[in-house]
């Protein structure tokens, strides 16, 4: 019941154009059918092999996100079923997603992770980085995956002047893409940023799905 409540809270805090993935990483699957049955049907997981039996054993219609690192060899195993990957990192992993998504005959959408964080240890591009692939004729040819926007984290920290700085940024990286490698792209428009913690900074600052999941299921071990 818990479940339910938080998601009508969280929900009712944020606006009906914003998506709200339900992070599920580490949950039993009762509790997954907890927030199934309150009506959520976005859910996020961030390791392919949980991803892969939760898809097995909870209702197909269920939109599955990956959020984490995701390595180029286990692109495989969700590539049937995935709704969206959101942390495209590298160009080697973006061509991995368009072969596998050829074999199933799917098109993959997917978001480009940004470093927006201070931390070395979060996953992404740089500006830079990100326009030269946009820009080169290999990314043109790559047919079966699809960039509908930008990921990103920000620092893990109690500063919210900072948090909301990076999520400022993110935007403005949103915004010089649209403006220029995707200004024909009516599909290219999300922002994922926000997590449990920083999402009503990140909703204020543009976010279009924000990814929550202590605050719906409870804290992990
Ligand atoms: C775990 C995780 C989240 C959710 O974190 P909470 O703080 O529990 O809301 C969001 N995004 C990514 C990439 C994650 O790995």
């Known amino acids: 019941m818990m ?16 998506t709200l993935v339900a992070v599920s990483k580490t949950k039993a699957q009762e509790l997954l059918e907890e927030a199934y049955n309150a009506g959520q049907r976005h859910f996020g997981e961030n390791r392919v092999q949980e991803l892969e039996w939760k898809f097995e054993a909870l209702p197909k219609d ?5 959020i984490g690192h995701l390595q180029s060899k286990k692109v495989k195993k969700i590539a049937p079923f995935v709704h969206l990957i959101h942390g ?20 993959i959408d997917c978001l480009i992770q940004f470093h927006i964080a201070e931390e070395s240890t979060k996953f992404g591009f740089s500006i830079e980085e990100a326009e030269e692939m946009i820009n080169s004729p290999e990314f043109f040819s790559l047919k079966n995956v699809r960039i509908i926007g930008v990921m990103g984290m920000a620092t893990f920290t109690e500063n919210t002047t900072l948090i909301r700085e990076e999520f400022t940024h993110l935007h403005e990286i949103f915004n010089q893409l649209k403006r220029n490698q995707f200004r024909h792209a009516s599909y ?23 990814r929550v999941g202590s605050a719906i299921f409870g804290a992990r071990n």
Not at 62 to 66: C, D, S
Not at 95 to 106: M, V, Y
């Open 3 to 18: 479940i339910e409540a938080n998601l009508q809270e969280i929900s009712a805090s944020i606006p009906s154009s914003v």
């Open 62 to 66: 269920i939109k599955w996100h990956m």
């Open 88 to 107: 495209v990192d590298s160009f080697k992993l973006l061509k991995t997603i368009n072969k596998e998504a050829e074999k199933c005959d799917r098109i």
């Open 188 to 210: 290219f428009k999300e922002i994922s940023m926000g997590m449990s913690g920083d999402y009503q900074i990140a909703i204020e600052e543009g976010s279009t799905m924000v």
